[in-house]
C-alpha cells in the first residue's frame, strides 16, 4: 500500500509544478509559436490557465502515480534486484521504456523537443526512481 500512496504523493508534487510553469511558458511563448496561441491566445491571465492546467495535472499525473504505484507494489511482491541507482530495477526499466514510448516521437516537432526532453527526464526521475524511494520509507 505505500507504494500506491508513494505514486500518488510523486504524482500531485509534479501537478503542483507543472500548472504554474506550463501557464508560463505557454504565455510566454504564444507570440512565437501557433501552438501556443490557440492553447492561450495574447491577453490569456496566466492565473486562469495555471489554474486549469493544475487541476488537468492534478487529475492525470495522480492517477498515473497510483497506476505507476500498482505496478511497482506488484514487482516488490516479487522481490527484484536493485539497479540504476533505484531499489527497483524492474520498474525503474519500466518506467524508461513507457517514457521512451511517449517522447521519443514527440522529438521530432522542433518547436517542442526540449520541452518534451525535460519533461521525460523529469517523468523518470519523479516516477522512475523517486516513487521506489519514497515507497521505501513509507
Do not use: K
Not at 67 to 86: N, Q, Y
Not at 104 to 118: D, G, S, T
Request: hydrophobic fraction near 65%; aromatic fraction near 8%; glycine fraction near 10%.
Amino acid at each position: 500500500m505505500a507504494q500506491v500512496f508513494a505514486g500518488f504523493v510523486v504524482g500531485y508534487a509534479l501537478a503542483l509544478v507543472l500548472g504554474p510553469a506550463a501557464a508560463i511558458t505557454i504565455v510566454a511563448n504564444n507570440r512565437r509559436t501557433g501552438f501556443a496561441q490557440r492553447i492561450a491566445p495574447p491577453g490569456t491571465n496566466v492565473i486562469a490557465l495555471s489554474v486549469v492546467l493544475h487541476v488537468a495535472g492534478i487529475i492525470v499525473l495522480t492517477m498515473v502515480g497510483l497506476v505507476l504505484g500498482m505496478v511497482l507494489a506488484g514487482l516488490d511482491a516479487r522481490r527484484p534486484e536493485e539497479g540504476l541507482g533505484s531499489p527497483n530495477l524492474a520498474y525503474t526499466l519500466i518506467v524508461v521504456a513507457l517514457t521512451a514510448v511517449l517522447v521519443i516521437p514527440a522529438l521530432a516537432v522542433p518547436a517542442v523537443r526540449r520541452w518534451v526532453a525535460v519533461a521525460g527526464v523529469v517523468f523518470v526521475l519523479c516516477f522512475g526512481w523517486a516513487l521506489p524511494w519514497l515507497a521505501e520509507l513509507g
